[in-house]
């Protein structure tokens, strides 16, 4: 069964939430949407906008008046900045979303995590769904999102239906983060390889990614085992599919094709006719060297922006992470419909089609 009803897309003007906004709208489903600035355009096509921010329980209370389903996209992302910024917009704002949708009667939440939940800073070749959120990390993003993951999770009941999405790299056609950083760093002559270059990463199409969050919707509005705790949450059962309900779950969400990160990248690069990566590496601990003294000056001193290299992103860049999506798959009924391939050639199609950005 389809859910159907009004809906509440945060982070909708982002890369993935405009993607599953656009979903919903062309469903013909009532979308709300909530922005830190007014969006005429929007607004003017049929979109309900709340203009606020999420900590705001006001804010969060008018977002999801009426709604059956809060689609919680917005986070605060990087690796860099105030850990109580972090805290506000990615912890503080999803306990005030839940708890304005509990009040409302709101049925489903399908919140928007990552997988740096469970960053360990060690290598994730195949990891599941079974390793501990992170306590410990050199990014407040990990821990943070962490936090928020499990007090979203934490307020699953039968009658307020909750799960979590990890989706890993999502990049695509107009993707504002990956793939320009890429490039831009490669132009500037700033991008080495860290570590020995054979690192296998997983990524997610922002199509691919859309559709998992639809179909944890699909998922989440299906009937409940009967085998419940006194808690409401529901016990998987080792006989029975009919017991793996997503509620109270977390789902790995990538294109199952784990990719070598640096062949990718150079294979990318090739194709945009760009000067191929440096022959020369970084070794990682000297990656991660760097990024302990970046820390240091930009906190001390403190310097603008984002430093160039932080222990986080050595590890990021020189280990492997990709993911077991085997629950997604049983549990959602997710299925990768855009191939890495065919993702990155319509990819290098759009980029070989747009003119460079002067300066």
Known sequence: MNPAGPVLVTGATGFLGSHLLARLRAAGRPVTIVSRSPRPALAAAGVRVV????????????????????????????????????????????????????????????????????????????????LPLTTCCPSPYPLTKALAEHEALAAHTPGFR?????????????????????????AAGRLRVVG???????????????????????????PLPELCNQNGYTIPSADSSTAHHPGGRAYFITNG????????????????????????????????????ACEAAWTLLPLAGEPPMTRFIAAELAKDHWFDIAAARRDLGYAPRVSMA??????????????????
């Not at 990160?261 to 760097?290: E, F, N, Q, Y």
């Open 257 to 292: 094709e784990p990719v070598n990160l640096w062949r990718w990248i150079d294979a990318l690069l090739s194709a945009l006719g760009r000067p191929p990566l440096p022959a020369r590496r970084v070794p990682l601990r000297v990656a991660s060297t760097l990024g302990a």
């Open 51 to 130: 203009v606020g921010a999420l900590h705001d329980p006001a804010v969060c209370a008018e977002a999801v008046r009426g709604a059956a389903t809060v689609f919680h996209v917005a986070a605060r992302v990087g690796v860099w900045g105030r850990h109580e910024d972090y805290h506000r917009d990615n912890v503080v704002a999803t306990r005030t979303l839940l708890a304005a949708a509990r009040s409302a009667g709101v049925a489903r939440f399908v919140h928007t995590s990552t997988p740096s939940v469970v960053y360990n800073g060690r290598a994730l070749a195949g990891a599941d769904e079974s």
């Open 342 to 359: 065919e993702g990155t050639a319509a990819l290098v199609a759009h980029l070989r089609a747009t003119p460079p950005t002067p300066g």
């Open 162 to 186: 909750v799960c979590a999405l990890r989706p890993h790299l999502i990049w695509g056609v107009g993707d504002p983060h990956l793939v320009p950083r890429i490039l831009a760093r490669a």
């Open 196 to 222: 020995a270059g054979e690192n296998l990463v997983d990524m997610v199409h922002v199509e691919n990614a859309a559709d998992a969050h639809l179909q944890a919707e699909t998922a989440l509005a299906a």
